[in-house]
């Protein structure tokens, strides 16, 4: 399940990608003819890009005589994570709502925050914390380098990453210990969007 989530946010976490399914969420069906005119992206490119989209499933082709025509819908159902991050994604990018990300006028733009949002799960390591987080109320950085094996940098590097993300939240104890544990509200409506459809992957195992 984690190569399959991580194989996800890495499709996700791409700008050039998240274009083409913003395009894709405004057509029942269109074509890499359109999709080139519209976003100005040359042809092999955005065959790579659509390629990869199809292979995580988050999008399905289908050929009609010489013609290839793309959906954002996933080949799978709704109750896979392929499925369920499809659905969730077409309705974020095709609702004029999902553009109103923030509270204030200088919101960042949304591809920004699904980009930001996508990145912290395209680690193994990022997914191994975010799992131990979610089975202990808190972790110190010692427990998780003992019992996920990892280094002091790697704890360090990850942990700050997510925390910057808002997945996390450090608290500093004394005496040079820090504590770790799942944030209990989302950076943003994205984030936790993203970070429920993983866990329920997760829970389904």
């Known amino acids: 399940m984690d190569e399959i989530i991580i194989r996800l946010a890495r499709a996700i976490a791409s700008r050039p990608r998240l274009r083409i399914l913003s ?5 029942d069906e269109t074509t890499p003819t359109a999709l080139t005119q519209k976003l100005h992206l040359p042809l092999n490119a955005l065959s790579g890009h659509l390629r990869l989209l199809m292979a995580v499933g ?3 082709g289908r050929r009609s005589g010489a013609r290839c025509h793309y959906a954002f819908r996933s080949a799978y159902g709704e ?8 659905r969730w994604l ?4 095709r609702t004029s709502e999902g553009a109103q990300v923030g509270p204030s006028r200088n919101r960042p733009a949304l591809h920004t925050v699904v980009f930001e949002a996508a990145t912290a799960f395209t680690d193994l390591r990022r997914l191994q914390i975010l799992r131990h987080l979610d089975r202990h109320v808190e972790a110190t950085a010692e427990e998780c380098i003992s019992q996920l094996g990892m280094s002091a940098p790697a704890v360090s590097r990850h942990m700050a990453k997510l925390s910057r993300r808002g997945f996390v939240v450090a608290e500093h104890k004394g005496r040079g210990v820090w504590a770790f544990r799942a944030a209990s509200k989302p950076k943003s409506a994205v984030h936790g969007s993203m970070r429920e459809i993983v866990r329920r992957a997760w829970q389904k195992r």
Not at 23 to 27: G, K, M, N, P, V
């Open 58 to 60: 988050l999008i399905r």
């Open 23 to 27: 395009c894709l969420a405004q057509h």
């Open 79 to 86: 109750q896979t994570l392929s499925g369920a991050m499809s």
């Open 90 to 93: 077409n309705r974020l990018l």
